[in-house]
Each structure stands twice: as structure tokens, then as C-alpha cells.
């Protein structure tokens, strides 16, 4: 995280209940190359994501950069099925109706395939690049919301702007999925359009003066029911 003249990291408890705080920073003051880009990251969640809507990851990005990291949970709110055909965009400069780079699929996305899906159920996994992290089955009577954590670092494959960028994913899965019909009739296979809990930090390098970002929401907007 290069910085030219001063750094300011601040952590508050927005909860009740008072926490203790250990922390460690590292940092080396040397000089920055002009053309050295600055650190940025933005939270943003939809909950729910309005049907056959769309969760905006980042927008009104401006100046010249690279995205290079997505976090993302997951939580599941009514459907049930699967749920990760929606499709990551970037549009990237002067893109408007359709995007640079338009992925395959949420768990494509996040170096997954098959719906993470073993004989066990679904299978956590991390790598230097990519991973689910962490899953959360419901129990069946009052905590029935399935959850995932999932991560993608483009450390390798880094996304560059020149003017601009915004990132946004769908919230879709599939009708019928996991019939014999949707096996063997592909004309049967139909995206479900979802209204699932999303939440996301995006990560990216930009040249200054950065846009104004958007508040981060409130104690009772971050609860997780």
C-alpha cells in the first residue's frame, strides 16, 4: 500500500460490547515512483438482490489502475438448487451496454466447477489465487440460511483500466436442476433468476484524485439474519 506523504489506519466497534484490539504494522519508508498507483478497497452488499437484478460490485471508478482481488459471501435466501451461474462483468473505459470481459459463471469465477460438489457435499478448498473458504450448512430449524466465502486474487491475470471501471455480477442459478429431465433434455435447462444475500470487498490500484466512495452501512444494514 505505497504512500507519499502520510498513512492513517483507523478500526472501530460498531457493536456493544467493548473488544480487546492486538495489532502489528510493518511499513518501510523509501521513495515511491511517480507513477506508482494507490491501494484501494470498497465494500459494498444487496441484500436481497432484486430479482433478475444485478449485485454492483464497484462503480464510479475513474483514473488508471488495475483490479486485482475479489471477496465475496454468499447467502442463500428462499430458492433452493444451485446458485452460481451468475456471471462476473467489467466494463472497462468507455464500455457501456456490454462489458470487456464478461466471465462464465460466480463459481468459474472463483476458479470453482461442478457446484463444488462431492459425494460429501459441497468441498472447501484455498489456493494461492482462489478458494471457498468457508461453508455454513443450515441446521434445519431457525439457522436455515446455506453461506459461502469465497475469494479470487488477480495477481497473475490483473484487470487494467486506462479511464474507468465498474464490476458487477448476476444472481442466477437453474430451474429444474438436478432432474433426470435437465440431465438429458437441454432444452429444459432455464437460469433462475435468485434474490440471494451478496456482500463483497473489491480491491483494485488506481492513479489519484479518487471518486467519493459511498458510506459504509450501518450496524443493522451488516447484520446477518
Not at 23 to 42: G, M, V
Not at 90 to 97: G, R
Amino acid at each position: 500500500m505505497p504512500f507519499r506523504q502520510r498513512c492513517l489506519i483507523t478500526l472501530e466497534n460498531i457493536g456493544e460490547e467493548e473488544h480487546h484490539l492486538y495489532y502489528q504494522i510493518n511499513y518501510q519508508l523509501t521513495d515511491i515512483p511517480e507513477n506508482a498507483a494507490y491501494f484501494h478497497a470498497a465494500f459494498r452488499r444487496t441484500n436481497p438482490v432484486p430479482f433478475k437484478d444485478i449485485h454492483t460490485l464497484i462503480d464510479g471508478i475513474e483514473g488508471e489502475g488495475h483490479y486485482v482481488g475479489t471477496a465475496m459471501c454468499v447467502g442463500l435466501n428462499g430458492n433452493s438448487g444451485w446458485w452460481g451461474e451468475g456471471e462476473f462483468k467489467f466494463f472497462i473505459d468507455e464500455d457501456s451496454e456490454y462489458p470487456t470481459i464478461c466471465g462464465t459463471g460466480l463459481e468459474d469465477y472463483f476458479l470453482g466447477a461442478f457446484n463444488w460438489e462431492t459425494d460429501k457435499g459441497y468441498t472447501t478448498y484455498c489456493t494461492p489465487n482462489a478458494g471457498l473458504y468457508s461453508y455454513q450448512a443450515p441446521d434445519g430449524l431457525y439457522n436455515i440460511q446455506p453461506r459461502f466465502s469465497l475469494y479470487r486474487w488477480h495477481i497473475k491475470d490483473p484487470i487494467r483500466f486506462k479511464k474507468g471501471l465498474t464490476v458487477t455480477v448476476q444472481d442466477l442459478g437453474w430451474k429444474k436442476y438436478g432432474t433426470k429431465q435437465f440431465e438429458e433434455d437441454i432444452s429444459s435447462r432455464r437460469y433462475l433468476p435468485r434474490q440471494d444475500d451478496f456482500a463483497t470487498v473489491s480491491y483494485w490500484y488506481q492513479t489519484l484524485p479518487t471518486a467519493t466512495f459511498k458510506p459504509l452501512p450501518d450496524r443493522d444494514d451488516l447484520a446477518i439474519y
